[in-house]
C-alpha cells in the first residue's frame, strides 16, 4: 500500500461492493483511505484468487457511518488476474436458469400419469380378505 495513513502491510477488510473489467468499488469500515491511494487487492471467487493493484479514484460515505465507498481502477492486472475477472464477470451477467416446473412424485416416477390427469379421481377398491381353510 502506498498511503500515508496506513502503515505498510497493513490489512484492511473490505466487502466487495461492485466490479467491472476496469476496476472494483469497496466497501470499507475505515475511513482512512482516500483518492490518490494505492493499495493491494485480493478477492478469492468461485473462478479463483484476483491480487492486484487498484489505485483509488473516489470515495463517498457508505450505507452506515464510519463507512465508505471507495471507488478504484486496476493498475496492470496480470492477464490471470484478468482472466478470472473476466469468467467472474460472465458467470454474474449470464441470464438467470428458468425456475423448474412442479412435478409431483408419481409424475417424476413416472406412474399413475393417466390417473393425474383425470378429471375425477378413480375409484378405490378394497382389497378382498384372504380365507384360508383351518384358520378362523
Known sequence: MVCDRLVPGETLSAVLDDISSGGVALALADTRVREGDRLRVRVRVFEGTIDTEVRVMSTRGGDTAGTIVAGCAFLDPSPHA???????????????AAPQR??????????????????????????????RPGIA
Not at 484478468?82 to 438467470?96: F, H, T
Not at 412442479?102 to 380378505?129: C, F, K
Request: proline share 11%; aromatic share 0%; hydrophobic share 45%.
Open 82 to 96: 484478468s482472466d478470472i475477472v473476466g469468467r467472474l464477470l460472465d458467470r454474474l451477467n449470464a441470464p438467470a
Open 102 to 131: 412442479e412435478v409431483g412424485v408419481r409424475a417424476a416416477l413416472g406412474i399413475g400419469a393417466e390417473a393425474e390427469t383425470a378429471s375425477e379421481p378413480a375409484p378405490r377398491v378394497a382389497p378382498t380378505p384372504v380365507r
